[in-house]
């Protein structure tokens, strides 16, 4: 599985951005797909991550009320929408997919994408 994200940039305090990311090569691998962001020094963050008829989301509690996960699968597309961004969500931020695990633990994803920069001004 191939993993493409996009939609990154800059953007003011307040703002939105939405993230993209398409799956391509055994797409019928990407049961899981979900978004994590990781800034300099730090371990990779879970952001969400939904199930392949997209029925399914898991949220970090502390992003939950602006960040919303939703999953084309017919088009295999996952798409992050942020609201209300703040500086702090200044990050690269990555999709991912696994075929058979489920959860916040970036071990769990077998598949990762090259990451996609966004940066928030105050």
């Known amino acids: 599985v191939q993993l493409q994200a996009s939609g990154g940039g800059a953007v003011q305090a307040g703002g939105s951005l939405r993230l993209s990311c398409v799956a391509s090569g055994r797409t019928a691998s990407a049961n899981t797909m979900g978004w994590f962001r990781q800034t300099v020094g730090n371990e990779r963050e879970f952001i969400a991550c939904?199930?392949?008829?997209?029925?399914?989301?898991l949220y970090a509690e502390s992003l939950k009320d602006r960040f919303a996960i939703s999953r084309d699968a017919a088009k295999n597309l996952v798409i992050l929408q942020m609201n209300s961004l703040k500086s702090e969500d200044t990050a690269v931020y990555y999709c991912?997919?696994?075929?058979?695990?489920?959860?916040?633990?970036?071990?769990?994803?077998?598949?990762w994408g090259q990451g996609t920069q966004v940066t928030v001004s105050s």
């Open positions: 991912a997919a696994d075929t058979y695990r489920w959860g916040r633990d970036a071990d769990f994803y077998s598949y």
């Open positions: 939904i199930s392949r008829n997209g029925a399914t989301t």
